[in-house]
C-alpha cells in the first residue's frame, strides 16, 4: 500500500509505501491525527471526504485489511461465541475453551468481548493488520497470548499504543504525529525513541 497526503489539519506532506512484513507503531498525544491516519487507510474517510482533503492512497489487489479499533463489535442478542467465531484453533488458542462455545456473547466479561472481537478480525486471515490501542481492556494472559501471535505473523502491522512493552517487541520503527499536520518515521522502538527525546530535550 502506498500513501501520499497533503493537508494543513491532519497531515502535512507525508509520503510513505508500506512494504511486506513491515511493522509500524503509532505514536503521538491525542488529537494528533492518529485516527484520521487509520480511518484513510481503512476507508473510513475518503480522500475527497469534505472536500478539503488532498491527497492518494493506492490499495494493492491482493489487500485484505484488518482493523482492530476501540469501538469493538456488534452482535445480536443470543449469539454464541462459536457462532460469532467458527475457528476452533483460534478459540482455544486465545483461551476460549469448550465449555465456553456455546455461552451468548452478552453474558462475557468486557475482556473476554474484546477478546472474541480480536478473534472475529484475525479468523478473516488479513496481510496487513491494524491494531488500535489493542491493550486496552486485555488481561496480562491474553496480551502474551497475542504478542506470540502477531510475532508470527505472516502480515504487516499497524500498532497504536502507549503500552512501551508491547511495542518494544513488535515493531521496528515508529511514525510519531507531532501535531499541525507533521509525522515523522523514528527508526527503532519505542524505548530508543523515550530515550531520543530524553536526550534530545537534556
Known amino acids: 500500500m502506498s500513501f501520499w497526503w497533503e493537508d494543513q489539519c491532519y497531515l502535512s506532506h507525508f509520503t510513505y509505501n508500506f512494504q511486506r512484513y513491515e511493522r509500524v ?4 498525544r491525542n488529537a494528533s491525527g492518529k485516527t484520521t491516519f487509520l480511518n484513510l487507510l481503512t476507508g473510513g ?19 485484505r485489511i ?12 443470543g449469539q454464541t461465541v462459536l457462532e460469532t467465531v467458527s ?24 475482556g473476554e468481548r474484546r477478546r472474541l472481537y480480536l478473534l472475529t478480525i484475525l479468523m478473516k486471515q488479513p496481510n496487513f493488520l491494524i491494531l488500535d490501542e ?3 481492556d486485555l488481561d496480562i494472559v491474553t496480551l502474551e497470548i497475542l504478542e506470540e501471535y502477531l510475532l508470527e505473523f505472516k502480515g504487516s502491522l ?3 499504543s502507549h503500552d512501551r512493552h508491547f511495542l518494544d517487541r ?10 499541525d499536520g507533521v509525522v515523522k518515521d523514528f527508526v527503532g522502538d519505542y524505548t530508543e525513541y523515550r530515550k531520543f527525546i530524553k536526550d534530545y530535550e537534556a
Not at 45 to 63: A, C, K, Q
Request: hydrophobic letters at 40%; proline letters at 7%; a negative charge.
Open 134 to 136: 489493542p491493550t486496552n
Open 45 to 63: 474517510y475518503r480522500p475527497e471526504w469534505g472536500g478539503t482533503f488532498e491527497g492518494v492512497i493506492d490499495r494493492g489487489e491482493s489487500l
Open 158 to 160: 499497524l500498532i497504536v
Open 66 to 77: 484488518g482493523y482492530y479499533h476501540q469501538a469493538g463489535m456488534t452482535f445480536k442478542p
Open 25 to 28: 507503531g503509532i505514536v503521538g
Open 170 to 179: 513488535l515493531v521496528d520503527h515508529l511514525f510519531v504525529f507531532c501535531g
Open 87 to 110: 475457528d476452533l484453533h483460534l478459540l482455544n488458542r486465545f483461551l476460549f475453551p469448550h465449555d465456553m462455545l456455546q455461552n451468548p456473547v452478552e453474558r462475557l466479561s468486557g
